[in-house]
């Protein structure tokens, strides 16, 4: 590996970052992969495997396999538990300072530093820290990786599960009126690996409106409308009981209000900015948009950062 060649800083190693490493393989330079975590993959490797009694076509393997191909790539240098700490001109480079404390000349930057899930604890009327029978999507898909779900539902065989859609996204109050884009397919394949665990079990998925972006949406509901309800209108309020939670619903048959109860409710959370990416931005002289993220043909640029 000639260390004369240009460099190329990729900031974030998880699905993004990857690609960009990938698309990088048969050029003439270095690839610096910068990722904070000690291993490559981001959210995407904590992703449980949706199969059923088929492959669901979900991408869980894909990160492994891309971070395995990235691995062996020639001109790529990993450094793994490491982030950006400094960030200054150096002629016609720029140094770039990690926290490990490896100084890296490098001539471009690509910015793949991801998103965060949204914390639900900030809005206290979904009680999101009150109850354990109260969690996230991203809670349930670790449960579903450890294959732990049961310590929450019990032995009940058809347990009542609630899904309740744009948590933290579309909501101007908190300067987030903005659509996530992936909770409604997350939810959906969710509700089929549930459907496929608890072949009793009664689902429902509270939404404002689905993002029905892609052909994959349809044959998703498909798979699980025997199970699954659609309830339009997002309830303001989760209450906890001793065994579960419930929720105030509209019961349009009767054009009123009545109470439901569930053994387990999902808040579907939108993304963020990642949790550094203002420490990030200012490192980089980067001035993304009133969400915190950024609109590639309004990115304010320092010199060559792409």
Not at 133 to 161: M, W
Not at 286 to 303: A, E, K, M, V, Y
């Amino acid at each position: 590996m000639d260390p004369n060649r240009p460099a190329v800083l990729i900031l974030g190693a998880g699905v993004a970052g990857m690609a960009a490493a990938r698309a990088l393989e048969n050029q003439n330079l270095l690839a610096h992969l910068v990722e904070k975590n000690p291993v490559p993959g981001g959210h995407a490797a904590q992703w449980a495997c949706m199969a059923t009694d088929r492959c669901e076509n979900c991408g869980a393997c894909l990160a492994f396999e891309a971070a395995a191909k990235v691995k062996k790539q020639d001109n790529v240098i990993c450094h793994l538990g490491a982030e950006l700490t400094g960030f200054q001109p150096q002629g016609k480079q720029y140094e770039a300072t990690l926290s490990n404390g490896q100084s890296l000349a490098v001539n471009k930057v690509i910015l793949a530093t991801g998103f965060a899930p949204f914390d639900p604890g900030q809005i206290p009327s979904l009680h999101y820290p009150d109850s354990e029978r109260i969690i996230t999507t991203a809670d349930l898909n670790r449960l579903l990786v450890r294959q732990d779900l049961d310590c929450l539902i019990g032995n009940c065989p058809n347990p009542k599960i609630g899904f309740i859609q744009c948590v933290g996204s579309r909501n101007r109050a908190l300067g987030r009126d903005y659509c996530s884009q992936a909770c409604c397919r997350i939810s959906l394949r969710h509700a089929g690996k549930l459907a496929w665990l608890y072949p009793e079990a009664r689902l429902t998925l509270f939404h404002m409106d689905l993002q029905v972006t892609g052909k994959e949406i349809r044959t998703l509901f498909s798979s699980v409308q025997n199970q699954a309800s659609l309830v339009q209108g997002v309830p303001g309020e989760i209450q906890v009981r001793k065994d579960g939670v419930a929720i105030v619903a509209e019961d349009y048959p009767s054009r009123s209000r009545k109470g439901v109860e569930f053994d387990l409710m999902v808040l579907s959370v939108g993304m963020e900015p990642a949790s550094k990416a203002e420490q990030t931005n200012r490192l980089l002289s980067l001035s993304p948009n009133n969400w915190g993220f950024f609109n590639t043909t309004q990115i304010t640029l320092d010199r060559d950062v792409i």
